[in-house]
């Protein structure tokens, strides 16, 4: 089993800059993918940004160059920097945890508690 607990979320007007962070614990395998999801209401939720333990990183093409994926392997923490906020980039966000096999088959997928981004024109 694995936990994952999320920060940084919040109000922001329009142009300005948030950091989310998500802290992993229990059982993370050595393949893995940590990275961030969104939904806003009304919609489904999608991918904003994922990163892998073997370094390879997947943006949603409505946040390219203004968001920007990390971790810290060390302390199983990632983060989303997120700037130059929108309207639109209003919703609760997911942080999600995928552990691998070793020939990079999905084994298991865990979700955070979401954390609310609100970005106010």
């Known amino acids: 089993q694995v936990q994952l607990v999320e920060s940084g979320g919040g109000l922001v007007q329009a142009g300005r800059s948030l950091r989310l962070s998500c802290a992993a614990s229990?059982?993370?395998?050595?393949?893995?993918?940590m990275g961030w999801y969104r939904q806003a209401p009304g919609k489904s939720r999608e991918l904003v940004a994922i990163?892998?333990?073997?370094?390879?990183?997947t943006y949603a093409e409505s946040v390219k160059g203004r968001f920007t994926i990390s971790r810290d392997n060390a302390r199983n923490t990632v983060y989303l920097q997120t700037d130059s906020l929108r309207p639109e980039d209003t919703a609760v966000y997911y942080c999600?945890?995928?552990?691998?096999?070793?020939?990079?088959?999905?084994?298991?997928?865990?979700w955070g508690q979401g954390t609310q981004v609100t970005v106010s024109s």
């Open positions: 990163l892998s333990s073997a370094g390879v990183t």
């Open positions: 229990g059982s993370i395998f050595s393949r893995n993918a």
């Open positions: 999600n945890l995928k552990n691998y096999e070793s020939g990079w088959s999905e084994l298991a997928n865990y």
